[in-house]
């Protein structure tokens, strides 16, 4: 039986944390291990999750939980599905998920995830992007979108936030040929909830880019995360798609599919301004966005399937 929104257990592995209100980071974990069960290790880096995780006595996880060296996630994630199969555990009866941020992802774990996917190790890696390092106090991370202000990327006057690009992390991991990688919002959270299914089901490296917005960070009240990340989605400046490698999918090179393809797009403008950290951006600079934006879609609709 699929799982979904009346099928998802009522069990709860992750809970009592420290994160702060609205946190949508939280809520991957949370939702991901409902999905999993009660037979699957994690491993967090240093991050949002660990720090708020893992604060005793009251730890949060129920199931088996590390906290690996920053940059060392899915080699951790490796080390223990290694450690199970030596015990002589079925591999189909338990999970390995690896839990990181953007930076512990994008930036600083790319290394060991590109050695994990090169050996194809039978593990889950998900990171949730909150767009910066968050947990550190809003430092610019390799995901951090044009424009967006931090305490390495100031915004005022002169200088309006972030100048460089958000990394395309997806598109990066899917180069390696792994057999499955998805992007995915808490703001569509069935979508999230039967990509992480769908994962645990294939054997190899897995892995899900899952936007995760952050209201301190973001600068947008806290009973607004779950709308901030279905408009981020809406209005195009972020995609749900999922690729199958040439193993799962019998297609050399592997295969893209996009999950949603709006027919029109809602207003950039309006997502961008009702968040702080774009304050300082001008039209000009927000006209900058929406052309980016128009420009991929149209490499995206002419080369993915639909």
């Known amino acids: 039986m699929a799982v979904n929104a009346r099928t998802i257990t009522d069990d709860e592995y992750f809970y009592g944390h420290k994160a702060c209100a609205g946190c ?7 939702q991901a291990l409902k999905v999993l069960g009660p037979r699957t290790i994690c491993a967090l880096p240093a991050g949002c999750m660990s720090a708020v995780g893992f604060n005793f006595p009251q730890l949060c996880f129920a199931n088996n939980a590390f906290i690996t ?10 080390g223990i599905r290694a450690g ?8 189909d009866t338990f999970n390995v998920v690896g839990f990181a941020g953007d930076g512990g992802t994008a930036d600083i774990g790319i290394q060991a995830l590109s050695g994990a996917i090169d050996r194809n190790e039978d593990i889950i890696y998900i990171c949730y992007d909150n767009e ?8 610019k991370s390799g995901l951090t ?11 005022g006057k002169n200088d309006h936030g972030c100048l460089t690009q ?13 057999p499955y990688a998805a992007t995915a919002s808490v703001g569509y959270l069935n979508d999230f909830t039967a990509k992480v299914e769908k994962a645990s089901k294939i054997r190899g490296t897995k892995f899900i880019h899952v936007i995760a917005p952050c209201p301190t960070g973001w600068g947008h009240a806290t009973d607004e995360t779950i709308n901030i990340a279905k408009e981020v989605v809406d209005c195009g400046l972020w995609y749900l798609a999922e690729y ?22 809602f207003d950039v403008a309006h997502y961008l301004r009702r968040q702080t950290r774009f304050r300082a951006l001008d039209d000009e600079e927000i006209a900058r966005v929406v052309a980016g934006r128009d420009a991929k879609w149209e490499q995206i609709r002419s080369s993915w399937t639909r």
Do not use: W
């Open 132 to 139: 910066a390092y968050m947990n550190t106090g809003i430092q």
């Open 24 to 30: 949508a980071g939280s809520l991957v974990v949370r």
């Open 244 to 265: 199958e490698g040439p193993a799962v999918s019998g297609v050399a090179g592997g295969a893209f599919k996009l999950n949603r393809n709006p027919k029109e797009f």
């Open 145 to 155: 979108p044009f424009g967006a202000r931090t305490t390495t990327t100031p915004a």
């Open 69 to 78: 060296p920053f940059a060392a996630t899915a080699s951790v994630l490796t």
């Open 166 to 178: 958000k990394k395309n992390l997806f598109e990066i991991v899917c180069a390696h040929g792994l």
């Open 84 to 91: 199970l199969e030596a015990q002589g555990e079925d591999p």
